[in-house]
């Protein structure tokens, strides 16, 4: 028996594809930037970086030691 396709779902799935944003670009960890991502910019490196990812950037780029005091 051969299926038919809903065009209606046909058409939602279509249309929500073509509202997908882009990325802005990728962070010095490979990750994407979306719209509405918290970023920062290195200007010394050029590179963007998500801020989640701040300390691990510091710490491997610029050997920066994070500690909790006892």
């Known amino acids: 028996m051969k299926q038919v396709e809903n ?5 939602s799935l279509w249309r929500h594809h073509e509202a997908q944003e882009e990325a802005i670009g990728v ?3 490979g990750n994407e930037i979306w719209p509405g991502d918290d970023y920062f910019e290195d200007p ?3 590179e963007m970086v998500l801020q989640e990812y701040w300390q691990d950037y510091m710490s491997e780029v610029y050997g920066f030691k994070f500690r909790t005091a006892e």
């Open 27 to 29: 962070d010095y960890f």
């Open 44 to 46: 010394e490196r050029g």
């Open 7 to 11: 065009p209606m779902v046909i058409d």
